[in-house]
T-cell receptor, first 115, second 114 residues
């Protein structure tokens, strides 16, 4: 079975400071990893993904994430937070085998960036 | 580009009523899925489809039916609504069941069962 953990329900940072939203995963096989963002009363929007290759992936709005296979982590980062980054963030995992279609999402982390 | 369109946006049902949540995508995506989002529980997969005529159950399928007669449409049917089905429902699609593509989500249907 595959699972995703986002250990922090809430992350608070000041505008201009770096931010990190944590994600760890558990799968049997090679993972595909994704980050999505959800603004109030909206659907989820794709930020970035790791499929293979470079462990550091860059995505939308200045976000990046680092795949760490030994720690089974895929933390989301941004060097300088904006108030407009405040939202709910989800990490998701799939595996590259016959488990077709089944993505597993974390419970989400609410990011609040204060001016 | 419409993307993934869900209707209705809001719905109130009485216990025992049935209804269908509509989902359509115009991106010719093979893979479509339904999730429910509840506070503190993330997104849970209800049903999914890897192509027209093919559907399968996800994590929480009880009380819901789906069908996929066309590539574009993937309706979710609530057979007999229960208060436990009060939730926000999201439809998502991605271009291939091979799973390396990101998902595109609709804007959600907020359902209340009284």
């Amino acid at each position: 079975a595959q699972s995703v953990a986002q250990p922090e329900d809430q992350v608070n940072v000041a505008e201009g400071n770096p931010l990190t939203v944590k994600c760890t995963y558990s799968v049997s096989g090679n993972p595909y990893l994704f980050w999505y963002v959800q603004y109030p009363n909206r659907g989820l929007q794709f930020l970035l993904k790791y499929i293979t290759g470079d462990n550091l992936v860059k995505g939308s709005y200045g976000f990046e994430a680092e795949f760490n296979k030994s720690q089974t982590s895929f933390h989301l980062k941004k060097p300088s937070a904006l108030v407009s980054d405040s939202a709910l963030y989800f990490c998701a995992v799939r595996v590259t085998n016959t488990n077709a279609g089944k993505s597993t999402f974390g419970d989400g982390t609410t990011l609040t960036v204060k001016p | 580009n419409a993307g993934v369109t869900q209707t209705p946006k809001f719905q109130v049902l009485k216990t025992g009523q049935s209804m269908t949540l509509q989902c359509a995508q115009d991106m010719n995506h093979e893979y479509m899925s339904w999730y429910r989002q509840d506070p503190g529980m993330g997104l849970r997969l209800i049903h999914y489809s890897v192509g027209a005529g093919i559907t399968d159950q996800g994590e929480v399928p009880n009380g819901y039916n789906v069908s996929r007669s066309t590539t574009e449409d993937f309706p979710l049917r609530l057979l007999s609504a229960a208060p436990s089905q009060t939730s926000v429902y999201f439809c998502a699609s991605s271009y291939s069941y091979l799973m390396d593509g990101e998902a595109f989500f609709g804007q959600g249907t907020r359902l209340t069962v009284v």
